[in-house]
T-cell receptor, first 113, second 113 residues
Framework: IAGITQAPTSQILAAGRRMTLRCTQD?????MYWYRQDLGLGLRLIHY???????GKGEVPDGYSVSRANTDDFPLTLASAVPSQTSVYFC????????????FGPGTRLTVL | RKEVEQDPGPFNVPEGATVAFNCTYS??????FFWYRQDCRKEPKLLMS???SGNEDGRFTAQLNRASQYISLLIRDSKLSDSATYLC??????????????FGTGTRLLVSP
């Protein structure tokens, strides 16, 4: 692995189903983030984690949960998907420090029907 | 008022042209500023950080005006490969250990032959 990866690349999901989006980084970054990107709204922060074992809510956390059991992995779970969660989801990571670059994964395109 | 505002464009320019984008931010206490580039259906990538004194990287120049709360990006001698969406990004406040960035919705640039 080089950098940050996400799986799946895309998914079509029936409403009401549970779904976990996976994110893994090999840069040993302390901080990780989940964003969703919607047309006309830009990237919005869903949840974040500044170190393993801790998580926090972003701008649009409702309907999503995260865990951070170790440094490398930061899965995002939709407990019961709804059509409004149709979006492109990006995971990102950064080293400690407020001026450090955030590195993004390639994204997951999720469609909820 | 949005925290970060950009003209969505698109800006259509010929190869070799100079083009400038502006971005305004609402939080006067914001500390860090960045321009990210996003190609179609790809993840955002850091183009450059924006420093108070202004900074240049090859054909790209970024400026920060704290008094007026705006950030600019100037691209000289535009190339076809510069066609992308440019995201203005602000870190509203310093939090030790990680960034809570606010993204603009992006300005789309199309460079034509």
């Amino acid at each position: 692995i080089a950098g940050i990866t996400q799986a799946p690349t895309s998914q079509i999901l029936a409403a009401g189903r549970r779904m976990t989006l996976r994110c893994t980084q090999d840069m040993r970054h302390n901080a990780m983030y989940w964003y969703r990107q919607d047309l006309g709204l830009g990237l919005r922060l869903i949840h974040y984690s500044n170190t393993a074992g801790t998580t926090g809510k972003g701008e649009v956390p409702d309907g999503y949960s995260v865990s951070r059991a170790n440094t490398d992995d930061f899965p995002l779970t939709l407990a019961s998907a709804v059509p409004s969660q149709t979006s492109v989801y990006f995971c990102a990571s950064s080293d400690s420090g407020s001026n450090n670059e955030q590195f993004f994964g390639p994204g997951t395109r999720l469609t909820v029907l | 008022r949005k925290e970060v505002e950009q003209d969505p464009g698109p800006f259509n320019v010929p190869e070799g042209a100079t083009v400038a984008f502006n971005c305004t931010y609402s939080n006067s206490a914001s500390q860090s500023f960045f321009w990210y580039r996003q190609d179609c259906r790809k993840e955002p990538k850091l183009l450059m950080s924006v420093y108070s004194s202004g900074n240049e990287d090859g054909r790209f120049t970024a400026q920060l005006n704290r008094a007026s709360q705006y950030i600019s990006l100037l691209i000289r001698d535009s190339k076809l490969s510069d066609s992308a969406t440019y995201l203005c990004v602000v870190n509203p406040r310093e939090i030790t250990g990680f960034q809570k960035l606010v993204f603009g919705t992006g300005t789309r640039l199309l460079v034509s032959p």
